[in-house]
């Protein structure tokens, strides 16, 4: 019977990062953009890649470990395992939910796949959170994610400046009924389809196999049809359609801008991530700014609130933001409450 009142929470999370990493002088000398440029508009000096073994699914498989572990519950304890990675991995049309099964022996649960590019993670966390309220036979679920799109980013192409920091890693979290801690609130999502056909990469599919002459030329990785189109279309766009997703998703437990305490949030450019911290309302130390690690797509939010906790920026009952955004395009925003404190209101949407 769907309880819509039932409470859900983060029990444990964690994240793999690989050891290897190109720094801004190394990419600078594979592209037409200075290191300069990219420590200082583009706003970050290194971003991590994989080393030998780090498999997008091997990736994620070594953060589930540690959030399993953390979490302290067996794995006969796990009903449902949710992958929210990419869908860059180790094989093609490959269901990675089985083998996360396999590979940490949860024989009682079941799995699927998801996809919503960087924002599926903030997705499944919303996805856990409903389930466990609409089904009572679920009580631990386990998001999984791993992340390895840097290998679809050509240093020489130009157009694709703006997404040079995406990296590689993995990250997982257990979402808990009735949890004691870190409760997952309410959330708002947005996605706007004419931004469907900004960004992808141009051979590879089933519209366009891959063909020898395009492997010569670089179509098998990402790139931007309309690069200047797009800019003015999202310049327009994202930075105003974030803050209604934010406003919204606090609205619905009663809370505004300057109730926040913390911004989990994807790494952007500076200029946009100091402009959604001035909106907000938040001092530096209130985030984290991931300089020295990369994009990590659906990841970020994850390492963000575990470096928020190594570097004492979190606190019992403080208010956590988490945003991502997705090509396509998506704008996502999940509210949560750290610690044990309950939020003031119950509900959501």
């Avoid at 269901?95 to 993670?121: H, M, N, Y």
Wanted: aromatic fraction near 8%; include cysteine; glycine fraction near 8%.
């Amino acid at each position: 019977m769907p309880r819509p009142q039932t409470k859900a929470g983060i029990l444990s999370l964690a994240t793999y990062i690989p050891k290897a990493y190109h720094d801004a002088d190394f990419i600078a000398s594979q592209s037409e953009t200075p290191a300069e440029i990219i420590r200082t508009k583009l706003g970050w000096y290194q971003k991590n890649v994989p080393g030998p073994g780090d498999g997008t699914v091997a990736m994620g498989l070594r953060a589930a470990r540690k959030a399993l572990y953390y979490s302290g519950l067996r794995p006969e304890e796990i009903d449902l395992v949710i992958y929210s990675g990419e869908e860059v991995k180790e094989y093609r049309n490959w269901p990675v939910g089985p083998k996360i099964q396999k590979e940490l022996g949860l024989r009682r649960a079941w799995s699927f796949d998801i996809q919503q590019r960087c924002g599926t993670t903030i997705v499944a966390l919303k996805l856990a959170r409903d389930m466990i309220r609409a089904s009572e036979e679920i009580q631990n679920i386990l998001v999984v994610s791993g992340y390895r799109n840097a290998d679809l980013i050509h240093y020489p192409n130009p157009r694709v400046r703006w997404m040079y920091y995406l990296a590689a890693g993995g990250a997982a979290a257990v979402v808990q009924r009735d949890c004691p801690r870190n409760q997952i609130l309410a959330s708002h999502f947005m996605t706007d389809g004419s931004f469907a056909w900004d960004v992808y990469c141009p051979e590879g599919g089933s519209a366009t196999p891959m063909t020898l002459e395009g492997l010569k030329e670089g179509r098998q990785y990402l790139d931007v049809m309309d690069p200047v189109g797009m800019k003015e279309r999202l310049e327009q766009l994202s930075l105003s359609n974030w803050l209604d997703c934010i406003d919204k998703a606090l609205a619905k437990e009663g809370y505004t801008r300057a109730d926040v305490d913390y911004l989990a949030t994807l790494l952007v450019k500076r200029s946009a991530h100091d402009y959604l911290m001035e909106a907000i309302g938040l001092q530096p130390e209130q985030t984290r700014y991931l300089a020295e690690f990369g994009h990590h797509g659906q990841n970020d939010q994850i390492l963000s609130l575990e470096l928020a906790i190594e570097e004492g920026r979190l606190k019992e009952g403080d208010l956590v933001l988490m945003i991502s955004a997705g090509i396509g395009y998506a704008w996502d925003v999940l509210l949560m409450r750290w610690g044990p404190r309950l939020s003031k209101k119950t509900g959501g949407e």
